[in-house]
């Protein structure tokens, strides 16, 4: 081949601009690098469809050593760890709303009594079922659990009731989606994916493109302050965001048949603060990124691990400890639990407040970034 075709010269040579371009932009060759890492690791470690030690807490009205080791070989399993015991069912109910547990055990009085009578007395589990996926592999290791257990403790005069069906009824009462559909899950989490997916990256382009635009200069030029700037940037994209609920809602209510057991007003004030925290992160991304494609790969950096960690796609008390640390950071999080309470659960502002200030929390500190950012960009 001749050198008028092609030159062995000219095309290092033209390898050699590629690298120094890609030195010159180093977030994009740092992006580059580090979202097939993240992925990697997202994926290989914190991705786990099987959740284990899932939080749960014990009513118990009977002390029986049948009662204890029924308790026990439950830990056993390594499905459920108990973490509270509790006194009333009333109290049950509220750990379940507020999603501090995913089981209540509840033993009644003289379930020891009735065992050994051969009465089999009824143990009673009930499991948040709000999400399908975190709860059927621990209820399914339930079913032969308990005769497995016991059998070590009925000996001698009681060794009869081993052969039997079971020497007690285990009833399994799944609350807020008794049905296990899972568009009761996935539905009103594609709210908070979809606004987080494209206000992000919305507002991360607003003033990267008034950089590339040369526009910026001229509102430099005008009286406005850095935070006037930056409410006026994202008030229109929160009408945005209004309307993306306000459709998701309606698909969801009249389409999938979710139920909506929870008060609106309440639900569209999660969604604002939700909306507002994406906005100011997204005008932080523009004020950190030099042009509109730094200001995409930002927000695909932030929306990976918010979408993976979350528990929108995998259930989130099944991550180890290090990726629930981080997916608790991320407002999506917050919001996909506060969603899903109201709409599932019917949860009231009492239930919702946990799950509120981070996000509040989260959007104060990232519009203290922004502005400073801002700031910087003036001087």
């Not at 308790?71 to 507020?98: C, K, P, W």
């Not at 906005?279 to 929306?303: D, R, Y």
Request: with cysteine.
């Amino acid at each position: 081949m001749t050198a008028r075709y092609f030159s062995w010269a000219r095309f290092w040579a033209m390898v050699y601009k590629e690298f120094i371009q890609m030195r010159r932009d180093r977030v994009t060759f740092g992006m580059m690098v580090c979202i097939p890492l993240l992925q990697l690791i997202l994926f290989g470690y914190a991705i786990n469809s099987d959740p284990k030690h899932l939080p749960s807490a014990l009513l118990s009205a009977d002390n029986s050593v049948f009662a204890r080791s029924f308790v026990r070989g439950m830990e056993n399993s390594g499905y459920f760890r108990f973490v509270a015991h509790i006194q009333s069912e009333q109290e049950a109910g509220v750990l379940l709303d507020r999603g501090e547990v995913q089981f209540v055990l509840t033993i009644p009085e003289n379930f020891s009594r009735k065992l050994q009578r051969g009465e089999r007395p009824v143990l009673l589990l009930e499991a948040d079922a709000s999400d399908p996926a975190a709860t059927s592999n621990a209820l399914a290791a339930l079913t032969t659990l308990g005769a497995t257990v016991l059998n070590r403790e009925l000996q001698g005069v009681l060794q009869g009731l081993q052969g039997r069906s079971g020497p007690f009824e285990m009833r399994v009462q799944r609350r807020y989606n008794p049905e296990g559909v899972t568009q009761y899950n996935i539905v009103p989490g594609l709210m908070g994916v979809v606004l987080t997916m494209t206000l992000v990256m919305m507002t991360a382009l607003a003033v990267t493109r008034e950089n590339e635009r040369g526009t910026m200069e001229n509102l430099l030029a005008t009286p406005v302050r850095p935070i006037e700037v930056m409410v006026g940037k994202i008030v229109p994209y929160i009408l945005v965001g209004l309307i993306q609920v306000t459709l998701i809602l309606g698909v969801a209510r009249f389409l999938f048949e979710v139920p909506l057991l929870g008060s609106l007003w309440l639900l569209y004030g999660m969604v604002l603060l939700f909306i507002a925290a994406n906005l100011m992160l997204g005008i932080t991304f523009s004020t950190l990124a030099k042009n509109q494609l730094q200001a995409v790969q930002m927000t695909f950096f932030f929306f990976l691990p918010s979408i993976l960690l979350s528990g929108f796609m995998f259930p989130f008390r099944g991550m180890p400890g290090w990726a629930q640390t981080i997916g608790s950071a991320l407002p999506l999080t917050h919001f996909l639990r506060a969603v899903r309470g109201i709409l599932l659960k019917g949860n009231g502002l009492f239930e919702t407040v946990p799950h509120l200030w981070p996000v509040a929390l989260f959007m104060f500190v990232v519009a203290l970034v922004g502005v400073s950012r801002y700031r910087a960009t003036l001087d």
